[in-house]
């Protein structure tokens, strides 16, 4: 579940994810996210990717809040730019305060993480199968 009030933004990254064979949902904002994690409790999301600041607003921070507060137990990784580097290293410094995989600016790092969790979802779930020509990942 991607979270930004812009995904128009985030079009390539998401795009990569798909080549993967992700189903990529994209939500708005926080409520919005909110909703769709509350009627699929732990079930139907792998990860959250969430942008910071929506409308001016640590939205990113309050949904965290609200996903750990309801025992909404998926992973989340913020992805985000900001211009000034002590802001976003004050931004970083929160997101482990909030369990979070990270937070980046960086499409790459981004991937490797998002890629990170969704195989480890995946081995959680055991969809995963290990044929002889090596790992077969299904449904993630």
Request: glycine share 6%; proline share 5%; aromatic share 8%.
């Amino acid at each position: 579940l991607w979270v930004d009030n812009h995904p128009e933004n985030n079009r390539l990254e998401r795009a990569a994810m798909v080549s993967w064979g992700v189903d990529v949902q994209t939500r708005r904002s926080t409520d919005e996210a909110l909703t769709e994690l509350r009627e699929a409790k732990d079930t139907a999301f792998d990860l959250v990717i969430s942008d910071w600041f929506r409308n001016r607003q640590p939205e990113g921070h309050r949904l965290a809040d609200i996903m750990r507060a309801e025992s909404i137990d998926v992973p989340i990784l913020f992805y985000f730019s900001v211009g000034e580097p002590e802001l976003f290293k004050a931004i970083q410094d929160k997101t482990r305060g909030l369990r979070a995989v990270g937070a980046t600016s960086s499409p790459r790092e981004l991937l490797r993480w998002a890629f990170a969790e969704l195989v480890h979802a995946s081995l959680r779930d055991q969809r995963v199968s290990f044929a002889p020509g090596g790992p077969t990942i299904s449904g993630a």
